[in-house]
């Protein structure tokens, strides 16, 4: 049935709801509420000061109200509770005075001001509490629709389909009540127990779909024909015989990984994960090689334009004796640039192209794209693969991150995909030392890097983070220049990089960075990933604390990148406790696991923004559990192909996953 049959839903309404997906009573039934107020009689003696405060009582005096504008007004009036008289008052509610009355019986729901005797109102309801407590579901707000509003329609929803996804045999494994039921109790729970077991099934049946996918996903590329190579290794080692270095042993797995899966006839989808300064990059490059000489382009998307460009020098060098044509795609380059790169590309007269994601902007059309690498894959989401989709090009992947997730976590949340992990450290590397200082110790981090200035090393200083505004963000970097000018200007060079400079700019402070020319750079966290500058030896961080544990673990990364000591000082007055974590440990998994506990799933994996897992119910972190089981259970019905007797989960597959 179509919301606009209900009443009390007129266009206006009807528009709005329609506006986020809500069309029929299914989709409101399906608009779950985001948390719950349990409505309870207050013990007055028991409260203190500020507490929230729910007490009926008989109203004693006729209302005043102040205006104190044409929009503000304040009611006020006294509830007899019995053994109490209460001042009441509430804002912006003169237009319930008339229903006010002397004797009439109210509930009032607020805060509690026990020195005055008296309550600040939020709502105000007619008629006395039950006596037994009601659990209250509260609607997140639709541009203008409040709560109770949306309260209103679904309880005049009499009839709703739900499809029902989770098998009998496992709905009775789990003792879960049935899927209709668990909806209408979402919506009007009559104690905590039922509440409980609605939300076990409705969390149940979420997750076991998020792993059925992930896991059909992955069934169906390992069906997958890939392209067809015919690589000797013989080339592969030449290569990697002449690098600068020996590849270390969890690189040369990988790479050997890597190499057979290429030349295998099923499609690669493989994540690498390895801490911050494991070396990936070559790990990238290798496959780059190796998908060139099968004679197909390949690709390396980066996150930030910094990083491709260090990429693109990185390569060039690598590859200077070869004779490979590599180039670079940013959002940045000149229409005219962009234009000629289109052609090359279309052309196949660029082998290797790296950019940010405007690699997958919809001119780009490629030759023959038979390797796609993502670097820093957990800053973009999850899930490039629609946008290769639209392209009709079915190409190997390769993802790289440096956010090592704990192996349980990756292997569910990676459903799909292949993972290895570096652990092994370039050899000779010394563990970076972190020291935590407050502002006033600031003296200490001064001396410090007069230290590290006077042995010709770098050093990054990062500016505080305020997300909120690109301006404060600017001044705090031109405040930050001209301490460190007052500091250092006299024995070396400042420069200062930011999100808000342009590409020719950008790449000027870099490239003198890496020269050594400037030797104290102050940056927002346009640094933050990825790059590598090996002299610097010092990480300035201020206003830790606005930072997650695992970025400052990347920023961390962007020193002890070589042999000789170096240092990390987080400047904090605030959160101490969280961010002395880092200075104990250096692993990026233990890290990485301290931040699960700390900020839940969707920091962490980059996750959030892409939709990917946006649970109505279930939450990754603390419904972890069930997440295993599902995972188990979804499986299992997979692998026998028992899915077959579940047309229902056939034709959701179908629909939802993308067999590209
Ligand atoms: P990340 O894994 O963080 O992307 P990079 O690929 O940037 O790390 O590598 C960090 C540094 O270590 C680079 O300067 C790289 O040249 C160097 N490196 C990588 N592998 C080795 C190795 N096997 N031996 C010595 N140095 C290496
Ligand atoms: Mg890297």
């Not at 997958?360 to 820093?376: P, Q």
């Not at 020193?559 to 440990?585: F, H, P, W």
């Amino acid at each position: 049935m179509e919301i606009i049959n209900l009443k009390g839903i007129g266009p206006k309404t009807a528009k709005i709801l329609e506006s986020v997906g809500i069309k029929t009573t299914n989709d409101l039934m399906n608009y779950y509420p985001f948390k719950y107020d349990l409505i309870k009689r207050s013990n007055i003696n028991e409260l203190i000061d500020d507490d929230k405060i729910i007490i009926d009582g008989i109203v004693e005096n006729n209302p005043s109200v102040f205006y104190f504008n044409k929009k503000m007004n304040k009611m006020t009036f006294k509830l007899n509770i019995g053994s109490y008289l209460l001042n009441i008052s509430i804002f912006n509610r003169a237009f319930l005075k008339d229903k006010i009355k002397i004797g009439s019986i109210i509930t009032v729901i607020g805060k509690f001001d026990k020195i005055h005797n008296s309550v600040t109102a939020s709502d105000i309801r007619f008629g006395k509490l039950p006596n037994i407590p009601v659990i209250e579901p509260i609607y997140h707000s639709i541009n203008g629709i409040s709560s109770n509003q949306i309260k209103s329609f679904i309880k005049m929803v009499e009839e709703f389909d739900v499809i029902e996804y989770v098998p009998d045999y496992l709905k009775e494994k789990y003792k879960l009540i049935d899927k209709k039921s668990s909806i209408k109790i979402i919506h009007n729970p009559k104690n905590t127990n039922e509440l409980k077991q609605a939300e076990n099934y409705l969390k149940y049946e979420e997750l076991f779909l998020f792993m059925l996918k992930m896991n059909s996903l992955k069934l169906n590329k390992s069906n997958k024909i890939g392209l067809n190579r015919n690589v000797d290794k013989k080339y592969v080692d030449d290569f990697i015989e002449k690098l600068p270095f020996k590849l270390t042993i969890d690189q040369t797995l990988c790479v050997n990984k890597i190499y057979e899966e290429l030349n295998s006839i099923n499609r690669m989808n493989r994540l690498v994960q390895g801490d911050v300064g494991s070396g990936k990059t070559i790990i990238a490059i290798i496959a780059l090689y190796i998908n060139y000489l099968s004679g197909y382009q390949g690709a390396l998307m980066a996150p930030t334009e910094v990083l491709a460009y260090q990429h693109l020098s990185n390569l060039k060098n690598i590859f200077k004796n070869y004779n490979i044509n590599i180039e670079i795609l940013t959002g940045s380059l000149k229409n005219k640039e962009k234009k000629d790169v289109y052609k090359k590309l279309q052309s196949k007269e660029i082998d290797i192209i790296i950019g940010t994601h405007a690699l997958f902007s919809e001119d780009v059309i490629y030759n023959n794209l038979g390797l796609v690498i993502t670097d820093e894959q957990h800053r973009f989401g999850v899930n490039q693969r629609g946008n290769l989709k639209n392209k009709g090009i079915t190409p190997d992947i390769l993802y790289l991150s440096a956010t090592p997730i704990p192996r349980t976590y990756a292997l569910t949340i990676y459903g799909d995909m292949d993972v290895s992990s570096i652990k092994t450290m370039p050899s000779g590397r010394k563990e970076v030392i972190t020291i935590l200082k407050k502002n006033k110790d600031i003296k200490d981090v001064l001396l410090l890097m007069l230290q590290e200035i006077k042995l010709k090393h770098q050093i990054y200083v990062i500016a505080p983070l305020i997300e909120e505004s690109d301006k404060i963000d600017l001044e705090n970097v031109n405040e930050l220049e001209e301490k460190m000018t007052t500091a250092f200007g006299k024995i070396c060079k400042i420069g200062v990089i930011h999100g808000k400079m342009g590409k020719d700019q950008k790449d000027k402070v870099m490239e003198e960075f890496k020269e050594g020319k400037i030797t104290i750079l102050i940056s927002t966290t346009v640094i933050e990933v990825g790059v590598d500058v090996k002299n610097a030896t010092m990480i300035v961080i201020f206003d830790a604390y606005r930072f997650g544990l695992s970025q400052l673990h990347q920023l961390r990364g962007r020193v002890g990148r070589n042999n000789v000591q170096s240092y990390c000082a987080l400047i904090s007055d605030k959160e101490r406790e969280r961010l002395d974590v880092m200075t104990k440990t250096t692993d990026g998994f233990k890290i990485s696991e301290e931040d699960f506990k700390l900020r839940g799933s969707g920091d962490l994996f980059g996750v959030r923004q892409s939709g990917d897992m946006n649970f109505k119910l279930a939450n990754f972190k603390t419904d972890f559990n069930i997440l295993v089981r599902a995972k188990e259970d979804s499986n299992k019905i997979l692998e026998n192909n028992e899915i077959n007797n579940y047309p229902k989960l056939v034709k959701l597959l179908n629909d939802s996953v993308n067999l590209d």
